[in-house]
C-alpha cells in the first residue's frame, strides 16, 4: 500500500509559469489538505476537501486553487507562480474530516526563480 | 483565530534525559492537540494526541500534559534515544475539523549519544 503519493518530489519553476501538484490517495479517506512548510513557520493549510466534490481555503489559499473530483486524486495548481512560493508542499489526508490521523506524503519541494 | 506557539524553537539533550515541548493556544474552544515528528528529509507522522477531556496521556517514553485552564500542552520524552533526534509539532483544533488544525512553528531536537 502506498498511502500518498506525491509528484514531483522536486521541481524549479521560473516566476510566472503554471505549475500542477500532484496528491493521490489509496486509503480511500474522505478528507484531503495541502499544507506548505516553511523554517519558523511550520504547517500551514492551504486548501482542503472533506469529500470529493467538495474544497474549502485553508490559511494561506491566495495563488493556489485545488480540485477533487474523486475520492483519490487531489491536485493544487499555482497559476502563475511567484517566488514566495518557494516552499515544501505537504498533501495528507484523514479518514474523515474530524477524527483519525493525518497521513502526509513524501512532499514536493518547489523552488520559483 | 486559533493561534499556536511553540518552544523552545531548538532543543539539544544528551541521550537518556528527558526533553520537554511546550505549547500554548489562543482558542479556549479547542479540544484537540495532536503532536507530529518529522526525521530529516522525511514527512510528518503522528506520534501522539490528546483530546480536552483528559490530563494526561502516556505512550511507552512519550507523554502528553494538558492544561486546559492556562491553554497550553506539552510533550515529555523520557530516556531520549538518538532516533528521537526530529522536528517535533505541535497543533491544535477545535470541534469541526482538521481544516481549522492549526500547527506550531515546530522544535528541532537533537539527542546527542
Known amino acids: 500500500i502506498a498511502g500518498i503519493t506525491q509528484a514531483p518530489t522536486s521541481q524549479i519553476l521560473a516566476a510566472g509559469r503554471r505549475m500542477t501538484l500532484r496528491c493521490t490517495q489509496d486509503?480511500?479517506?474522505?478528507?484531503m489538505y495541502w499544507y506548505r512548510q516553511d523554517l519558523g513557520l511550520g504547517l500551514r493549510l492551504i486548501h482542503y476537501s472533506n469529500t470529493a466534490g467538495t474544497t474549502g481555503k485553508g490559511e494561506v489559499p491566495d495563488g493556489y486553487s485545488v480540485s477533487r473530483a474523486n475520492t483519490d486524486d487531489f491536485p493544487l495548481t499555482l497559476a502563475s507562480a511567484v517566488p514566495s512560493q518557494t516552499s515544501v508542499y505537504f498533501c495528507?489526508?484523514?479518514?474523515?474530516?474530524?477524527?483519525?490521523?493525518?497521513?502526509f506524503g513524501e512532499g514536493s519541494r518547489l523552488t520559483v526563480l | 483565530g486559533e493561534n499556536v506557539e511553540q518552544h523552545p524553537s531548538t532543543l539539544s539533550v544528551q541521550e537518556g534525559d528527558s526533553a520537554v515541548i511546550k505549547c500554548t493556544y489562543s482558542?479556549?474552544?479547542?479540544?484537540?492537540f495532536p503532536w507530529y515528528k518529522q526525521e530529516l528529509g522525511k514527512r510528518p507522522q503522528l506520534i501522539i494526541d490528546i483530546r480536552s477531556n483528559v490530563g494526561e496521556k502516556k505512550d511507552q517514553r512519550i507523554a502528553v500534559t494538558l492544561n486546559k485552564t492556562a491553554k497550553h500542552f506539552s510533550l515529555h520524552i523520557t530516556e531520549t534515544q538518538p532516533e528521537d533526534s526530529a522536528v517535533y509539532f505541535c497543533?491544535?483544533?477545535?470541534?469541526?475539523?482538521?481544516?481549522?488544525?492549526?500547527f506550531g512553528a515546530g522544535t528541532r531536537l537533537a539527542v546527542h549519544p
Open positions: 482558542d479556549s474552544a479547542s479540544n484537540y
Open positions: 497543533a491544535a483544533s477545535k470541534s469541526g475539523g482538521y481544516n481549522k488544525l492549526i
Open positions: 486509503m480511500r479517506h474522505n478528507a
Open positions: 495528507a489526508s484523514s479518514e474523515g474530516s474530524s477524527s483519525g490521523e493525518l497521513f
